[in-house]
């Protein structure tokens, strides 16, 4: 049975009246937690053993005899053998006795499976519990059903490998690293048939995910990270904000276009076939003129969201574009949650949302300003699923 919101409303009546925020320390828990600190609330992060001494050792919060911290984020860490014991019951009744209040990201949803989270998971979420799963390419209901019914530009969808007459994206898993990619390009049936047996034969890819990859025509231009906010305690008009841009970097595929063409001819035929893996991000800004519809788009988006999936969307989440020759955007990806590159805005905000709330205002931190908002104002459970 789903985690019900009965259920959630219950474990808060045992709650301390300030709560604790905590996250799956992977992904974005950095800037969740630096935004949480700066909005005054203890942080709990949640570690897998083997990659926890960035949260418990590097970036462990230090404070004063009057709670105030003198550095770092990260107030506690319950340490586990893997990220998805977290429902076991004994590891979430400690979560609850610290009054954690989890913020979804991404780490969230690859280690545990739609079912945990939706039926496992006994702790107040703060975001879209039920809207999560719709990232998956593999579901029958995803992120592109959202994007269909809110109009919203997104590549053409090719059917079968035998119809590619142009450069198309072959989306699918890496064989042994799940939360990676094993995506590829072709441009005719012969070169898919060719490069998807080489990545099969080198364990890149399996037989059976390549059977149920998505293919897409691939738009050619820069890639923007559209981040954004919405908020239900605010007026309608009022609700939806952009807190800031970034784009990324994928390994090895950056590297291979930095070369000259000709060297590139020179490489392996391993080594001529990029790997898309995510490393880090950076922050950009738009085209002012771009704006305009930036906003239109997160708007329908918000909208479709709502009336598909209510409540819809709370707090933060991402529209992956890429912009096109002509200047028009294409949506390729949806994260609807904290998305991965919000760390470039730690500490230091993000100059969309410091233009707006006249401070630095990071999307760690619009996430903790929301719910001290709500709890000044007796409505947190809007924001929690």
């Not at 992904?27 to 990659?51: K, N, P, V, W, Y």
């Amino acid at each position: 049975m789903p985690v019900t919101r009965k259920a959630i409303q219950k474990l808060l009546e045992e709650y301390p009246d300030v709560p604790t925020i905590g996250a799956v320390a992977s992904h974005s828990a950095l800037d969740i937690f630096d935004g949480a600190i700066m909005e005054g609330f203890r942080t709990q992060a949640i570690c897998q053993r083997g990659r926890e001494h960035t949260y418990a050792r590097y970036y462990q919060a230090t404070r004063d005899a009057m709670g105030n911290v003198l550095k770092g984020c990260v107030d506690d860490t319950l340490v586990l053998d893997k990220f998805a014991h977290l429902v076991n019951p004994d590891e979430l009744q400690k979560l609850q006795e610290q009054g954690v209040l989890l913020i979804p990201n991404r780490a969230l949803s690859s280690y545990l499976t739609t079912a945990q989270v939706e039926e496992e998971l006994l702790l107040p979420v703060v975001g879209s519990r039920a809207m999560l799963k719709l990232e998956e390419r593999h579901e029958k209901e995803n992120y592109l059903s959202l994007l269909e019914k809110a109009k919203l530009p997104h590549p053409t969808a090719v059917a079968d490998p035998k119809s590619i007459d142009s450069l198309t994206m072959v989306k699918l898993p890496h064989a042994d690293k799940p939360l990676e990619r094993g995506f590829f390009t072709a441009s005719s049936y012969d070169e898919y048939r060719k490069k998807s047996q080489a990545m099969i034969d080198r364990k890149v890819i399996t037989a059976e995910a390549l059977a149920n990859a998505k293919m897409e025509k691939y738009v050619i231009g820069p890639v923007f990270n559209l981040n954004f906010f919405f908020s239900p305690l605010a007026p309608r008009v009022e609700g939806l904000e952009l807190l800031g841009v970034d784009e990324r970097f994928e390994s090895s595929l950056d590297g291979l276009v930095r070369l000259p063409a000709d060297q590139q001819l020179t490489l392996s035929d391993g080594e001529r076939i990029p790997g898309f893996r995510i490393v880090g991000h950076s922050s950009i800004t738009l085209r002012e003129s771009l704006l305009e519809e930036v906003f239109a788009m997160g708007e329908r988006f918000v909208d479709a969201a709502k009336e598909l999936y209510a409540p819809g969307i709370i707090g933060p989440f991402c529209l992956q574009t890429v912009i096109d020759k002509d200047a028009k955007f294409s949506i390729f990806d949806v994260s609807l949650r904290i998305g991965g590159g919000t760390n470039i805005h730690m500490a230091v905000g993000h100059p969309y949302g410091n233009t707006l709330w006249r401070t630095e205002m990071s999307s760690g931190r619009r996430v903790a300003f929301e719910v001290r908002r709500a709890l000044n104002e007796g409505s947190l459970d809007s924001l929690l699923t």
